[in-house]
């Protein structure tokens, strides 16, 4: 049953993230997130870089809210996701981080590492980061840094 007042979600893996990202869509799809999987969906070895890429544009062109992507140690889907300019992508891998990086970096992908934490940890992350709201404030000025240069 999805619940129109929770955002969109995309989400993607590569063949090393496949049992985590699976794990997190059943949870998420239970609680009742729509969710935009854009893959993969077997083990088969594939390149982390085209999932990334295809779940930061469902979020760059607004088909989905926030990204979720899963590789072995998530540091290859966040590297692909933050060659995006409109995203923010977010390595975490406990809950705090995951906090902080909505809350002051206004993060709209958050990418984890299926070798690195499990099931309970993926999905507590989940949960902070998606329960968490941007603060803005002191931390408007900082994010306008993060954008290219004009010159």
Known sequence: MENSSLPVLAIGSDH?????????????????YELHDFGVHAPERCDYPDYAHKVCRAVEEGAARFGILVCGTGIGMSMAANRHPAIRCAL????????????????????MGSRMIGEEMGIAILKTFLATAYEGGRHDQRLAKLSPPTC
């Open 16 to 32: 090393a993230g496949f049992p985590l990202k699976s794990a997190l869509a059943r949870w998420l799809r239970a609680a009742g």
């Open 92 to 111: 975490v891998s406990e809950p705090l981080s995951a906090e902080f990086a909505r809350a002051h970096n206004d993060a709209n992908v958050v990418a």
